[in-house]
T-cell receptor, first 113, second 114 residues
Framework: GENVEQHPSTLSVQEGDSAVIKCTYS??????FPWYKQELGKRPQLIID?????GEKKDQRIAVTLNKTAKHFSLHITETQPEDSAVYFC????????????FGGGTRLMVKP | DTEVTQTPKHLVMGMTNKKSLKCEQH?????MYWYKQKAKKPPELMFV???????INESVPSRFSPECPNSSLLNLHLHALQPEDSALYLC?????????????FGPGTRLLVL
């Protein structure tokens, strides 16, 4: 089955700096890669996703890049703010229906004011 | 209604109790899911319902019994649970965009088994 590795497990940045979280996946058949943000005690919220026919996608301060050859994808957050502090999960989906998400282990991001 | 809702928010039960978790969505999503999330861990898939039929069961113990009475409602019936089953139980539903299903999570039920 699919295996998703996520690094780092914790990340501390100063407000205004950029943050980068990296994930690798094992199955070349995976074609959908969402990122979820989970604040303490809250639900995971989809913040951005990318499909395998696209190399990069941006939404304001958030961007995701995908390298299919190397089987890795990354989340980039620019101009970080304290409210970006949360646990971020990457995930990969192995089939076209996309309903089998395999999650990475999570990254705890702390943005210091 | 643009959210997945779950009740109750918190549940404490003994190992001999029977209880049910409820999940609802009115977004017309075709698939619904149950996940289990332990502290500081990612969500783990338990069950998937597609068009009200159970399509995936990730080798979950029979003390967890899912039910999908209609396209908007998903239940998880609990019986004879163990303390290690204490966790956050998340429901999700998904909509189809092209060939992909985008999943949206409910707020979860925090379960404590004593």
């Amino acid at each position: 089955g699919e295996n998703v590795e996520q690094h780092p497990s914790t990340l501390s940045v100063q407000e205004g700096d950029s943050a980068v979280i990296k994930c690798t996946y094992s199955d070349s058949a995976s074609n959908y890669f969402p990122w979820y943000k989970q604040e303490l005690g809250k639900r995971p919220q989809l913040i951005i996703d990318i499909r395998s026919n696209v190399g990069e996608k941006k939404d304001q301060r958030i961007a995701v890049t995908l390298n299919k050859t190397a089987k890795h994808f990354s989340l980039h957050i620019t101009e970080t703010q304290p409210e970006d502090s949360a646990v971020y999960f990457c995930a990969a989906s192995i089939n076209n229906a996309g309903n089998m998400l395999t999650f990475g282990g999570g990254t705890r991001l702390m943005v210091k004011p | 209604d643009t959210e997945v809702t779950q009740t109750p928010k918190h549940l404490v039960m003994g190992m001999t109790n029977k209880k049910s978790l409820k999940c609802e969505q009115h977004m017309g999503h075709r698939a619904m899911y149950w996940y289990k999330q332990k502290a500081k861990k990612p969500p783990e898939l338990m069950f998937v319902y597609s068009y009200e039929k159970l399509s995936i069961n990730e080798s979950v113990p029979s003390r967890f019994s899912p039910e999908c009475p209609n396209s908007s409602l998903l239940n998880l019936h609990l019986h004879a649970l163990q303390p290690e089953d204490s966790a956050l139980y998340l429901c999700a539903s998904s909509k189809r965009t092209g060939n992909q299903e985008t999943q949206y999570f409910g707020p979860g039920t925090r379960l404590l088994v004593l």
